[in-house]
Every structure is written in C-alpha cells, then in structure tokens.
C-alpha cells in the first residue's frame, strides 16, 4: 500500500510527505497534550480534564486559574520541552553515529552536565541559577571534548561511540570525587539533583526551553535531508552535493545544546534520548532519523512518565527521573539482546 504523498505548489516546489509519519506525528502530539491536561489536573487537589481545559482558555475560578496555570501548567510545559529536547537530541545522535547505542546517555553527555552542576553545588555552594548554568557549561565542555578527540580526518560514528563512553566514565569518576569530598547537606542536594526531577520548576525554566527550540527545532529540521543522505556513507553523501563535516558539526553542536539545557533544566533525566527515536523509527516504520516523530515520542514520554510518578507509587512520588531509568534500562538490556542476535554487536 501506498502511503508517499507528493505535495507541489505552483511555484513549482514539492514536498514528500510520508503519510503513515505524519499520523504517528499527530497521534503522539494528542497523547502528549491528553497526558498534559490530565498530568495538570493531578494532585492534592484534583481537577477534571473538562475544568482544566476551560480553566486554560480562560474560563475558570480563580483557584482553579491559580492552581492550574501558575502552580502545575510550567512544569508540564518544562517536561514537553525538556523530553522533546532529549527526544530530538537523541535522534540526532544516533543519526550521525549511525549506532542505535549513540545516545546522550552512552556519551556521556548527561554526566558532563551534572559534573557541571556538582562543581557549582559542592565547590561554590551556587545557587539554583548557578547551578543550571554549570549544567549547561559542562555539558557543552563535554561535547565539545568528545567531538575533538573522535576526530581524525572527519568524525566517524564507532569512534564517536567509543571516545563518549571513555570520556563518560572519566568524567563519572569526578562526579563520584565530588560527591566524596562534598558535605552532608550538598551531598543530599547534588542526589537529589543527579535523579533528574520536574518539582519546582517554574516559569523561570520555560522560558529558556522554548527560545532554544523555537531556534533549533527548525534549522535541524532544515537540514533532515542532508542527515538521511548521510546515512548512506561520507562518500555518497559528498557525490551527492552534501557538505558533510560542515552539516554534521552543526548538527551535533544543536544536538549537544539541546541535550545540555534540557539537563539543565530538569537534571539528568535518562533513557529517554535513548528510547524515544527507537519507539519513533518501529512506529513509523521509516528509514532516516524520524526527527519530528522523535521530538514528540520524547515529549509524550517524558509527561507520562511524570505522571506515572506521581500516581502509581501510592503516597510516594518518585522523581521522573527514577521512572525512565527503570523502563530505559529494560529497554537498553532489549535493545542489546535484539543487536546481538542480529549480529550487529
């Protein structure tokens, strides 16, 4: 069955539109807003998705505006960011590298973030603000880092791979010298930022999220046909007109902004740049990286998982953090198993 569809305007453009991606692009941007509106209708004191729709519009009481709008409406909108952050990061990732494996997670991009955060909380006692900030700087230092020492006459996705896993495991060896050498009450702060968490955040968060992707989201998107082109080696991408370096270090220096900020934003949330272009690429069926598939598979992902949470655990709420590292590592240990068999690794 046919499902390409070919659009033309009279100017005499075209535009391929695969039509079973676009539906998995608009059912997960319902799932996500379905998971949002009930996510911001949840707590101890609960709204009907029907009073938080109309309290969104405008149309509520005043406790509902206040509750609705100022208490819970920035931290689901900070979890839609950061997860379709880490989504479309992710997807980069293991675009360029070409390697299902090649996630934020297993370069060590998450670690260099938090070795930022924990230099500012146990080195300089800083601030919430300092803290995000040190986040980001480590993040961009660590990228930076492991983008420098895979190169050799360009950046190859193994090498890519293998450099981030050395240079994670020495920046987690820091970490661990941090934590030791820290005192009790920023110790029990830097874990508690190290989970990865959406408490707290408010609109101070938001507003950083959405300026980064209302700038990147659609320069990397400008450049999906280059990264799909990519995919079919160096050599056939130069022949065809693709400046390779040039679009790959762009794409990996959004990649990395997207990742650090969105750690910076939320702490280390794991798994979900690993999982989120997988899930995308088995739905849609579709070779290249699905980059917009994978933006809103890490969105619906990330505020589910929140409001798994807070819900599922009885009085307990977990950090979202804790919930996609148990659900992320059931699916890295099946993702190795279906590797393995396919003698790929």
Wanted: overall charge positive.
């Amino acid at each position: 069955m046919k499902t390409t569809r070919v659009l033309r305007t009279p100017g005499g453009l075209s535009l391929r539109l695969d039509m079973r991606a676009v539906t998995v692009v608009v059912l997960l941007l319902l799932a996500a807003l379905a998971a949002s509106v009930v996510l911001i209708g949840t707590g101890d004191f609960p709204i009907p998705a029907g009073d938080v729709v109309r309290t969104l519009l405008g149309d509520g009481n005043a406790g509902q505006e206040f509750i609705a709008r100022e208490l819970r409406l920035p931290r689901v909108l900070v979890g839609l960011l950061v997860g379709a952050s880490l989504g479309l990061g992710g997807a980069l990732f293991q675009a360029v590298t070409r390697n299902p494996l090649g996630s934020p997670d297993v370069l060590g991009l998450g670690q260099g973030a938090t070795a930022g955060a924990l230099t500012m909380i146990v080195l300089f006692s800083g601030s919430a603000a300092q803290v995000t900030l040190g986040a980001l700087v480590g993040g961009l230092v660590t990228g930076l880092a492991i983008y420098l020492l895979a190169w050799k006459r360009g950046v190859h996705g193994y090498r890519l791979v293998l450099v981030g896993i050395g240079v994670s495991a020495v920046v987690t060896a820091v970490n661990g010298y941090l934590l030791t050498v820290s005192d009790l009450v920023d110790a029990a702060r830097a874990v508690v930022w190290m989970t990865g968490s959406l408490n707290g955040r408010d609109w101070d968060q938001v507003w950083p999220l959405l300026a980064l992707c209302a700038v990147l989201v659609p320069l990397v998107l400008a450049n999906a046909r280059g990264l799909r082109m990519m995919e079919m080696g160096d050599d056939v991408s130069n022949a065809l007109g693709v400046r390779v370096e040039r679009v790959r270090a762009l794409l990996m220096v959004a990649a990395v902004l997207l990742v650090a900020t969105a750690t910076a934003a939320a702490g280390p949330v794991s798994f979900v740049a690993l999982t989120a272009p997988q899930l995308a690429r088995r739905l849609t069926r579709s070779p290249g990286p699905n980059l917009l598939p994978s933006l809103c598979m890490g969105a619906a992902l990330l505020v589910t998982a929140d409001w798994a949470s807070q819900r599922l655990f009885g009085a307990d709420q977990l950090p979202v953090g804790v919930v996609t590292g148990v659900l992320g590592g059931v699916y890295l240990l099946w993702l190795l198993v279906t590797e393995r068999k396919a003698g790929r690794i």
